[in-house]
């Protein structure tokens, strides 16, 4: 089981924002990062620390944080979005120790 | 540009020890976290372990006892040991470049391991 709780899926009409939700103890002390994959794929780093976009990442993508979730949001969801997204941190003791979200599948209608 | 390629056995039989190998190209051995993360078919992203530049690892619980994660700074490769490999260790694993807050911005292009007898 994993220590970082996602929705299982999502939907996002073309052109529309989406927030996308990821919920553990962790979260409190550490940021997450997201990642966006695409199937037959690897993931891809989308947001890191507070709100970082790597360099190439469209500034549609948006990350935020309170209390114990964080969020993904894509503002003006466009086709190419539809894939599965997911969240990582450190585990619940604060160690080194990482976890994944179980993912959340992002469909664009 | 960092490119990680990875490579090794993609097809086990139960009780044997699945072992990859990952390469680093056009980037620093140093400063980073080197993790294996898998993902089983149709599943989501488990983390397995990471190794430092100086050796020092750390492991999922779960996998712990089965698994040693080592270096060779000389050819700047890492690499994966998973002992007593089961159905269960069926995934397509992968090899990628932490920084210090665990977010990972380069991946190999993930390897196809099925266990099967």
């Known amino acids: 089981s994993s220590e970082l709780t996602q929705d299982p899926a999502v939907s996002v009409a073309l052109g529309q924002t989406v927030r996308i939700t990821c919920q553990g103890d962790?979260?409190?002390?550490?940021?997450a990062n997201w990642y966006q994959q695409k199937p037959g794929q690897a993931p891809v780093l989308v947001i890191y620390?507070?709100?970082n976009r790597p360099s190439g990442i469209p500034d549609r993508f948006s990350g935020s944080s309170s209390g114990n979730t964080a969020s993904l949001t894509i503002t003006g969801a466009q086709a190419e979005d539809e894939a599965d997204y997911y969240c990582?941190?450190?585990?619940?003791?604060?160690?080194?120790?990482?976890?994944f979200g179980g993912g959340t599948k992002v469909t664009v209608l | 540009q960092v490119r990680l390629q990875q490579w090794g056995a993609g097809l086990l039989k139960p009780s044997e020890t699945l072992s990859l190998t990952c390469g680093i190209y056009?980037?620093?051995?140093?400063?980073?976290?080197w993790t294996w993360i898998r993902q089983p078919p149709g599943k989501g992203l488990e983390w397995i372990g990471e190794?430092?530049?100086?050796?020092?690892?750390n492991y999922n619980p779960s996998l712990k006892s089965r698994v040693t994660i080592s270096v060779d700074t000389s050819k700047n490769q890492f690499s994966l040991k998973l002992s007593s490999v089961t159905a269960a260790d069926t995934a397509v694993y992968y090899c990628?470049?932490?920084?210090?807050?665990?977010?990972?911005?380069?991946w190999g292009q993930g390897t196809l391991v099925t266990v099967s007898s």
């Open positions: 620390g507070k709100n």
């Open positions: 190794i430092n530049h100086s050796g020092s690892t």
């Open positions: 990628t470049r932490g920084q210090y807050n665990g977010d990972y911005d380069y």
């Open positions: 056009g980037g620093s051995f140093s400063g980073y976290y």
């Open positions: 990582n941190s450190r585990d619940n003791s604060g160690s080194l120790l990482r976890v």
């Open positions: 962790s979260l409190r002390s550490y940021y």
